[in-house]
């Protein structure tokens, strides 16, 4: 079975700093990757998603994130945090084979200090 | 169009009560899921309906029955509650193949004492 890992649990930054949240997973075989994001009191919304073709995948609000397919990683970065981004900020994983279960990383409390 | 709904949105149980959380959709998806949240563990699969008269457990489906009524509607019911089910818990949606997301609803807080 896969899994997924978020090595930071808390993160803590000032409006304007860069944000880079870590995010691996463990699966031998294809994956569709995703970044969710939880607003206090929302429910999940879908930030980006990556299926196959340009590793580098652009999502909403400016956050960006990256596939490197020989580390096993998917990691979400914002070049200048608002501090709307307070959230918390969840990777899933799902196999290409079984597209129907999502495994999720225990997530990523972020908080931007105005 | 309300997306995904959640009833209720609040719950607080006694331990050995039964209580049914109560799911619908209006986004003509044939998926549909229940998760549970807890701190620090993200969110994880208890039942899932790959399309209408199909449900397979998932992660953690132990305490828990789910009913997929009809398309729209996906009902997940704990029969005799216990302070481990003390949780959030969100259902989502997904319309099919292998290239589309999940969408999520508002979520039920369920306290079980």
């Known amino acids: 079975a896969q899994s997924v890992s978020q090595h930071n649990h808390h993160v803590i930054l000032s409006e304007a700093a860069s944000l880079e949240l870590g995010c691996n997973y463990s699966?031998?075989?294809?994956?569709?990757l995703f970044w969710y994001v939880q607003y206090p009191g929302q429910h999940l919304q879908l930030l980006l998603k990556y299926f196959s073709g340009d590793p580098l995948v652009k999502g909403i609000k400016g956050f960006e994130a990256e596939f490197i397919k020989s580390k096993f990683s998917f990691n979400l970065r914002k070049p200048s945090v608002q501090w709307s981004d307070t959230a918390e900020y969840f990777c899933?994983?799902?196999?290409?084979?079984?597209?129907?279960?999502?495994?999720f990383g225990g997530g990523t409390r972020v908080l931007v200090k105005p | 169009n309300a997306g995904v709904t959640q009833t209720p949105k609040f719950q607080v149980l006694k331990t050995g009560q039964s209580m049914t959380l109560q799911c619908a959709q209006d986004?003509?998806?044939?998926?549909m899921y229940w998760y549970r949240q807890d701190p620090g563990m993200g969110l994880r699969l208890i039942y899932y309906s790959a399309s209408e008269g199909t449900t397979d457990k998932g992660e953690v489906p132990n305490g828990y029955n789910v009913s997929r009524l009809n398309k729209r509607e996906f009902s997940l019911r704990l029969e005799s509650a216990a302070p481990s089910q003390t949780s959030v818990y969100f259902c989502a949606t997904r319309s099919g193949g292998t290239r589309e997301e999940q969408y999520f609803g508002p979520g039920t807080r369920l306290t079980v004492t």
């Open positions: 699966y031998g075989g294809t994956v569709n």
């Open positions: 986004m003509n998806h044939n998926s």
């Open positions: 899933a994983v799902t196999p290409k084979a079984a597209g129907n279960k999502l495994t």
